[in-house]
C-alpha cells in the first residue's frame, strides 16, 4: 500500500481512500479493536456528509465517506508514516484492496 500526500485547505493530510465494501459502523467497531484508537463522533447525515473521528497515538483523524470510498485524514501533516500505516492496514483487514 502507497500513502499519498495531499493536503486540503486546513492543512489536514489525506493519506489514503479504501474501498466502501462495509458500512461507517462496521468500519467504527473494527477501529475500536485496534489498540490505542479512541473512537469519537459520527458526524453528518447522508453518505457524502459523513465523517467518522477517532485518535490514535495523539494524533486526531477523521474519515470522510463518498459512495465508493472511505478517505482517511490526519489533522498533523508530521504524523508519522509509521502511524498511518498501521491505521490503514488495519482498516484493510475489513475493508480489503476493492
Same mark, same amino acid.
Given at each position: 500500500?502507497?500513502?499519498?500526500?495531499?493536503? =486540503?485547505? *486546513?492543512?489536514?493530510? &489525506?493519506? =489514503? /481512500?479504501?474501498?466502501? =465494501?462495509?458500512?461507517?459502523?462496521?468500519?467504527?467497531?473494527?477501529?475500536? =479493536?485496534?489498540?490505542?484508537? %479512541?473512537? %469519537?463522533?459520527l458526524t %453528518?447525515?447522508?453518505?457524502?456528509?459523513?465523517?467518522?473521528? $477517532?485518535?490514535?497515538?495523539?494524533?486526531? $483523524?477523521?474519515? /470522510?465517506? *463518498?459512495?465508493?470510498? $472511505? &478517505? $482517511?485524514f490526519v /489533522?498533523?501533516?508530521?504524523?508519522?508514516?509509521?502511524?498511518?500505516?498501521?491505521?490503514?492496514?488495519?482498516?484493510?483487514?475489513?475493508? %480489503?484492496?476493492?
Amino acid at each position: 500500500m502507497k500513502l499519498i500526500d495531499l493536503r =486540503t485547505d *486546513d492543512g489536514s493530510r &489525506h493519506f =489514503t /481512500r479504501l474501498p466502501k =465494501t462495509a458500512s461507517v459502523e462496521d468500519l467504527r467497531e473494527h477501529l475500536a =479493536t485496534m489498540e490505542g484508537v %479512541g473512537i %469519537g463522533d459520527l458526524t %453528518g447525515s447522508g453518505a457524502a456528509q459523513r465523517h467518522l473521528e $477517532f485518535s490514535y497515538q495523539d494524533h486526531q $483523524f477523521w474519515i /470522510r465517506l *463518498d459512495r465508493q470510498h $472511505f &478517505h $482517511f485524514f490526519v /489533522r498533523n501533516p508530521q504524523c508519522s508514516d509509521v502511524h498511518l500505516y498501521q491505521v490503514a492496514l488495519h482498516c484493510l483487514k475489513l475493508l %480489503g484492496a476493492g
